[in-house]
């Protein structure tokens, strides 16, 4: 049956008779369990009345080549549709009559060749067998985050519905059927569908940037390009979608940007991208967050409409950048996944979040390998030593070695020039003279590779992250202080939180050892199995004031030869 302009549907008849597909420009599923189990409280909650859901907006497929069904693309709510989808077939699957079944599956399901709903795209092969062939979905390898949540939906309501009797299936199906309400927008075309649906995000709906992004620029290209290039943003951008779907796999996966959920990352994602592309946007400002740079694209956008030969340049030049930094940044996230060297880097050091932007361009470019020992010092210096986050000039960088060709020289030059004026030398022995305990990143990485260089000794990913700081003159010592040649408690606390009275750790040890006198941690520095310490055992009976200089010496003197830079020079 086809819909009226506006009016309020129920499931039953809002599936009768029609079929529903999630365009290309539609974001993809991204529910969670809490808004999965929203939805099946307050089904659970008002079986014996009516239920308003919301609004719905759907545009009709002309010259389908279903000849059975009216085809409709949803504009918005597809969510909802499609979480209730998988819950009337998590439904309709425990049915034991075949005559109910089949009928509820005709109504609502269809078959895999002619779905109630497909998603066109990536998703579209996968939400077939989420219905159809569940059990052939292997769960440990999926990676795709829209996929992950159509899984877990299924799985949710099969669990929920564990217990549930014959009766109570059907009373729900009964309910979700009639007596769950929906107003019904209809539009008749793809102009109106693209402005529809930016409306619709800019009255508030939690769309991420990213997803308004690309509707932005389909409306656009819809009302000024003639549609000339939806099909190339929406190809564009259901790659850079799914390449950002492996991206947060990945991030979870290596625990990187571990003080991210998946939307601040991204958010993350989105700016990384804008701070690499002053090239493209005439307000550029390395300052701006996510939604101001959304806020500056519309902005381009609509003072160049007027120009079709500018508009469309600036969206495909933007769109095309985009992707390509989109692809090279999960491409490496994949390297850090599989090589050993890129996870010393990574994983083990981690860089600052500032330094990704032009990490993910040099890659691109293939310049990283060539590069990585200088940022290493960049990183080590000025971000973990100093403890500062300098980003103008960070992504200045980042755009001005895609404007122009630098040679790797050339940026290896500019970054020793940046170390320099940050952290040089000098100020670089100043600040490891100093207090360290409170950069444990810092210290942790410092000890591990003088353990590694030194000692020979390398560890795994799960070791490194075992280990803790641990100060080998306690925080709060349980032993007077004065027979190890300290004076008052305040010359204590500035001393102990030298790098020389530090050493890396594993954790259940670190606890174990906590407040006691040095020579009395000789047993449980015994259990440690890091070389380091083994070698540190010989001095404890004898650690005092004088030892911690002595070893501060030593390992700045290790730190300036590892992190090293060459004097500035002229770019």
């Keep these: ?14 599936f009768h008779g029609n079929r529903f597909i999630i365009p290309a420009y539609q974001r993809k599923y991204s529910w969670k369990f809490d808004q999965r189990k929203a939805l099946w409280d307050d089904i659970g909650e008002n079986l ?18 279903d000849v059975f069904s009216d085809v409709y693309e949803i504009i918005d709510g597809q969510q909802r549709t499609t979480t209730l989808f998988i819950l009337l077939n998590v439904l309709i699957e425990k049915i034991t009559s ?15 060749e002619t779905p109630k709903l497909a998603s066109l795209g990536v998703d579209q092969d996968f939400l077939n067998n989420v219905i159809f062939d569940f059990t052939s979905i ?9 996929q992950i949540n159509l ?13 549930f009797s014959q009766k109570d299936i059907v009373d729900w199906i009964t309910f979700i059927s009639t007596n769950i309400e929906i107003l019904i927008f209809n539009v008749t075309h793809q102009a109106e569908a693209v402005k529809m649906f930016s409306v619709i995000n800019d009255r508030g709906l939690p769309l991420s ?26 190809t564009k951008f259901g790659d850079i979608f799914d390449s950002f779907d492996e991206m947060v796999f990945l991030k979870n996966k290596l625990s990187l940007f571990r003080t991210l959920d998946d939307y601040d990352f991204e958010n993350t994602f989105y700016t990384h991208y804008y701070y690499t592309a002053k090239w493209l946007f005439p307000d550029w400002d390395y300052q701006l967050g996510a939604d101001n740079i959304f806020k500056q694209l519309k902005k381009l956008c609509e003072e160049s409409k007027t120009n079709v030969v500018d508009l469309r340049w600036n969206i495909e030049e933007y769109v095309r950048d985009f992707h390509g930094f989109a692809l090279a940044y999960v491409a490496l996230l994949r390297k850090v996944d599989q090589d050993k060297n ?22 691109e470019q293939k310049k990283l390998d060539g590069l990585l020992r200088i940022i290493e010092v960049v990183e080590m210096r000025v971000y973990k030593l100093k403890n500062t986050n300098p980003r103008r000039n960070m992504y200045f960088l980042s755009s001005n070695i895609i404007e122009e060709e630098w040679t790797i020289e050339e940026i290896e030059t500019e970054l020793t020039n940046f170390v320099n004026n940050f952290c040089n030398d000098y100020f670089t022995e100043q600040y490891l003279l100093d207090q360290v305990d409170n950069k444990t990143s810092l210290v942790r990485y410092t000890l591990y590779k003088q353990n590694l260089e030194t000692h020979g000794q390398d560890l795994t990913l799960d070791e490194f992250r075992n280990l803790q700081v641990e100060h080998i003159f306690s925080v709060s010592p349980n032993f007077a202080i004065k027979q190890y040649g300290f004076g008052k408690h305040e010359t204590y606390n500035l001393e102990i939180a030298k790098i020389g009275n530090l050493t ?13 006198a040095p020579t009395d941690k000789l047993s449980g520095y015994q259990k440690s199995k890091i070389n380091l310490n083994s070698n540190l055992m010989g001095n404890l009976n004898k650690f005092n004031k004088e030892e911690i200089a002595n070893r501060t010496n030593e390992i700045i003197e290790f730190f300036m030869s590892e992190f090293y830079i060459t004097e500035e020079t002229t770019s």
Excluded: W
């Excluded at 014996?48 to 080549?65: D, P």
């Excluded at 075949?98 to 895999?112: A, M, P, T």
């Excluded at 996870?343 to 361009?361: D, N, S």
């Design 1 to 14: 049956m086809s819909f009226q302009p506006s009016r309020t549907e129920t499931i039953k008849t809002l």
């Design 48 to 65: 014996t009345m009516k239920h308003f859901i919301g609004t719905l907006c759907f545009k009709k497929v002309e010259n389908s080549t």
């Design 98 to 112: 075949d005559e109910l079944k089949n009928g509820f599956i005709n109504l609502y399901i269809g078959s895999k």
């Design 138 to 146: 292997m769960e440990d390898k999926l990676i795709v985050r829209s």
């Design 151 to 163: 899984y877990e939906a299924k799985k949710d309501f099969i669990g929920l519905c564990s217990k």
């Design 209 to 234: 940037n990213l997803d308004k992004t690309k509707s932005l620029l389909m409306l656009y290209s819809t009302l000024y390009l003639n549609e000339e290039i939806n099909e190339e943003i929406n």
């Design 342 to 363: 890129y996870q010393k880097y990574f994983l083990y050091m981690e860089f600052a979040a500032t330094l990704y932007p032009l990490l993910v361009r040099l890659h």
């Design 504 to 516: 890396i750790l594993e954790k259940a040890i670190n606890k174990d050892v906590n407040n006691m």
